[in-house]
C-alpha cells in the first residue's frame, strides 16, 4: 500500500514508537485523574479551624479524613440512664459499710456507677480488682491499693467536674468520668514520671537535656518541664524581651534561658497532647502578649492549673498507698497526670463527647442533681 521508497527509508531508519506512547498515556493519565481530583473533590483536602483574626495565618489545618475519623474509645461509652430517686429510696450508705463517697446516692444508682466504673478501669477483673475474691459481705474492707485508689480517683473526678468547667467544658458540656483517662485500661496511657536528670554524668544544665526522652518530646529540650510546671508550679516564661537586660537570672522571678527551653519543651508537649500547633493559643507576630492571645489560651491556662491540682492533691499524696510495681523506676515517685493523659492527641477528649450526661453522681462532691 505505502510507496517502496517510504517503506525502505522505514527499514534503514527505526524509530521507538513505544517510549513516546509510554509518555503520551501517562501524560494523559495524569491529566485525567487531576480532572477527577477537581470534579469530584481532593481526597487530602484540608479544614481549618479559625483561632484568630482572618488574614494574620491565625488558623490550625487538618486533614478532613482525619476528621472524619471518629476516636474508637468512644463506641466504648456507656449511656446508662439514671434512675430518678424517689422519695424514701435506700441511700447506699445505709445499705452498705464503709462508703465513703456516693454514700447519699441511692443503692440502685450507687451499683449503676459501680458497674460503670468497673468497665472503664477494669473490664477483665471484675469487682475483684478493688474487692479482691471474696464474698460481697468483705467489700466493706479497704485491703486492696486498688479500692483506696479508687475512691480518691472519684473525688478527683467530682472535683474536675464541679471546680474546673471553665476548662472541661469551655465550648459545651462535656465533663469527665473514669473513661476520659482510662479507657478500660487499669492504668492510664499518657501517665509520667520524674526522668531527669538525664545526663548524669555532666554538671549543670545540661543535666537535664540533650538526651531524647518521651516527656522532652524525643527533642534534645529538657525533659523536667512537667515536673517543673505541672508540679512545682513554676512560673511559664522565656528570657527578657530587652537587649542586654541587667536582671538577675538567679532571682527565682526572672526567666533565663533555661526556663525559655523547658516554656518551649512544654508547649511542643502541649502541642501534640492536643494535635494542633501554636496557633491554636497564641499570635505567632506577639507570642508574649497575653492580649493578643486565643481564648483558646485561656482555657489551656485553667487546664494547666487543673492539672497542678489533680497532681499536688490527689495524685502524687497517693505515692505512700501504690505498691513498688506502680511507681517510677529512676525516683519511686507516684504516676502523675498532664494534658494527653486526657486528651490523647485531640483537642478534646473523645473528640468532645459529652462524657457526663449520664453520670450526675461524678458531677458534683454534693447531692447529684437528676433531671
Known sequence: MLPNWFNKWNRENPKDVFGPGILVGALGGAVFVAIMIVAWGQPYATDSLQTGPRGTGMSVPEFKAELAIPD?????????????????????????????????????????????????????????????????????????????????????????????????????????TCMTC?????????????????NASTAGWSSNQNRVTPLSQYSSLPSDALEKYLVDGE???????????????????????????RTYALMNYVSNSLGVNCVFCHNTRAFYDPEQVTPQWGTESLGIGMVQEMNTEYLIPLGDTYPENRLGHLHGDAPKAACKT??????????????????????????PVYE
Open 235 to 261: 512560673v511559664i516564661g522565656v528570657h527578657s524581651l530587652e537587649s542586654r537586660s541587667d536582671e538577675d537570672i538567679t532571682d527565682p522571678d526572672v526567666a533565663g534561658i533555661q526556663n525559655a527551653e
Open 72 to 176: 474508637p474509645d468512644i463506641a466504648e461509652l456507656i449511656e446508662d440512664e439514671p434512675y430518678i430517686p424517689e422519695a424514701g429510696d435506700a441511700l447506699a450508705k445505709d445499705i452498705y459499710e464503709n462508703v465513703q463517697v456516693l454514700g447519699d446516692v441511692t443503692e440502685d444508682n450507687f451499683n449503676r456507677v459501680m458497674a460503670a466504673m468497673t468497665r472503664w478501669v477494669a473490664p477483665e477483673e471484675g469487682c475483684a480488682y478493688c474487692h479482691g475474691d471474696g464474698d460481697v459481705e468483705t467489700y466493706g474492707e479497704d485491703t486492696l491499693y486498688t479500692k483506696v485508689v479508687a475512691r480518691r480517683m472519684i473525688q478527683m473526678t467530682q472535683n474536675i467536674n464541679e471546680n474546673w468547667d471553665g476548662h472541661v467544658n469551655a465550648n459545651k458540656e462535656v465533663g469527665v
Open 342 to 367: 486526657c486528651h490523647k492527641g485531640y483537642q478534646q477528649p473523645l473528640q468532645g463527647t459529652n462524657v457526663i450526661q449520664y453520670w450526675p453522681e461524678l458531677a458534683t462532691t454534693g447531692t
Open 182 to 198: 482510662h479507657r478500660g485500661q487499669n492504668v492510664p496511657s499518657d501517665i509520667w514520671f520524674k526522668v531527669t536528670p538525664v
